[in-house]
């Protein structure tokens, strides 16, 4: 088991317990320990407040006083800790309208989602269990802390997070856990589209993605969530894991009747463009009929994402989106025309558009980007060669304005 993270981590607890406080490992980190997966980062639980925390450590950071938590940066690491707490009612599916600071961890687990997060480890790695959350790991099930419809009525986020969670264990959902989630699935409406997507990226690139995604499709959830409910996914199949963005192309090319923009679900400009750009490579593929057009469309797409594309086939054949031509691309004739292109991209052009300007003695205007673009092609089908004075001689041959 991996230990290292929690042993760094132990002079914290330490430090907590010896100014008479309760301190422990939960959440997460304790579900991955006792599952002897890799642990990423770890949460820590006291029974002291954000005012004894930071009395207690020299170097404190409030990222979320108000919620009882406060980062303690120890050896250049940063720890969240957490005060034990007990929450108020939930007005808006989404937060509590009130948090109180406890004493008692099993006041604080007892408001946690599920029974797999809702276990605490000391520093001598004694398990404290209140849930029976070591039971439900072994036997592979996801089940609420607690009443279910209770726990989702609180926040609908954590119907999804369970649903996530699923396709990253391959945990089996348990019966009035699904029950609960399918009487307050439509609170997800509630939800930030930001909130959810954070999920939704990480339920689809998840190893047990199939039965979270059937899922997902039998709880009606895409009708409840922004820009997804203009989409027919009983269209739509995923049987494999797949990146958000390609995802989402594969989508519009498959319905491109739906008229939803990508401003909808909030998403970086960079996602935005990546979206966009597999949904022009994916609809390019089948008009690649020569090894021109090879060239074109590895140099245009670049080949990490033309590999991307052709490791998500079945995704693609399923949906009906395109059937692949494997004769022509390839792995293989992907790398193998990558590695044979002159140039990468237009930054490696000998020339630039003033030195087209000054050579023909003309005003810029509409031509000089299309003549670019035949400039590129040319170079990248080996019809002249990369050098300044050379392209300057094709383009005075080529060109008329």
Same mark, same amino acid.
């Given at each position: ?72 940066? =120890?050896?250049?690491? +940063?720890?969240? %800790? ?8 939930? @007005?808006?599916?989404? *937060?509590? $309208? ?31 269990? =209140?849930?029976?959350? +070591?039971?439900? %790991? ?8 607690? @009443?279910?419809?209770? *726990?989702? $009525? ?38 930030? %589209? ?21 899922n997902l499709k039998s709880l009606n959830a895409f009708n409840y969530i922004t820009y997804f409910n203009q989409f027919d996914f009983t269209k739509f199949q995923v049987n494999l894991p797949v990146d958000f963005t390609l995802l989402i192309a594969a989508l519009k090319v498959q319905q491109p009747m739906v008229e939803a923009s990508l401003s909808m679900l909030k998403i970086s400009n960079q996602e935005k463009k990546a979206i966009t750009k597999y949904e022009q490579l994916i609809q390019t593929i089948p008009n690649i009929s020569s090894k021109n057009d090879l060239k074109y ?105």
């Open positions: 088991m991996n230990k290292s993270i929690f042993e760094a981590a132990q002079p914290i607890l330490n430090n907590l317990i010896k100014h008479d406080y309760q301190a422990y490992f939960v959440g997460g980190s304790v579900r991955d320990y006792l599952m002897h997966k890799e642990i990423h980062d770890i949460d820590i639980t006291t029974s002291a407040t954000p005012d004894e925390i930071e009395a207690i450590f020299d170097k404190t950071i409030p990222i979320g006083r108000e919620h009882g938590t406060i980062n303690v940066v =120890y050896k250049h690491e +940063q720890y969240e %800790i957490t005060t034990f707490r007990a929450e108020g009612e939930y @007005d808006d599916h989404r *937060r509590p $309208n009130a948090v109180y600071f406890v004493r008692d961890l099993y006041e604080d687990v007892k408001r946690r989602d599920f029974t797999m997060n809702a276990i605490a480890m000391d520093t001598h790695y004694r398990i404290l269990d =209140y849930f029976n959350g +070591q039971q439900d %790991i072994e036997n592979k099930i996801i089940r609420t802390v607690g @009443d279910a419809a209770e *726990r989702f $009525n609180e926040d609908a986020l954590r119907i999804i997070r369970g649903l996530r969670f699923q396709a990253q264990l391959g945990f089996m959902l348990e019966e009035s856990t699904y029950l609960g989630m399918k009487s307050h699935i439509a609170s997800i409406e509630h939800l930030s %589209i930001e909130r959810i997507i954070v999920e939704l990226k990480k339920l689809f690139t998840g190893k047990y993605i199939t039965q979270s995604y059937n469309f590895v140099y245009d797409y670049g080949k990490v994402d033309i590999i991307n594309v052709l490791n998500h086939s079945e995704l693609l054949h399923d949906n009906q989106i395109i059937d692949l031509q494997p004769l022509i691309v390839n792995r293989d004739t992907i790398n193998e025309t990558y590695a044979q292109l002159p140039i990468t991209s237009r930054k490696q052009i000998a020339i630039n558009g003033n030195d087209i300007l000054t050579s023909l003695n003309q005003p810029g205007g509409a031509w000089l980007k299309p003549l670019l673009r035949d400039i590129e092609c040319a170079i990248i089908r080996g019809e002249i060669n990369n050098q300044k004075n050379e392209i300057l001689e094709w383009v005075k041959t080529h060109v008329k304005i």
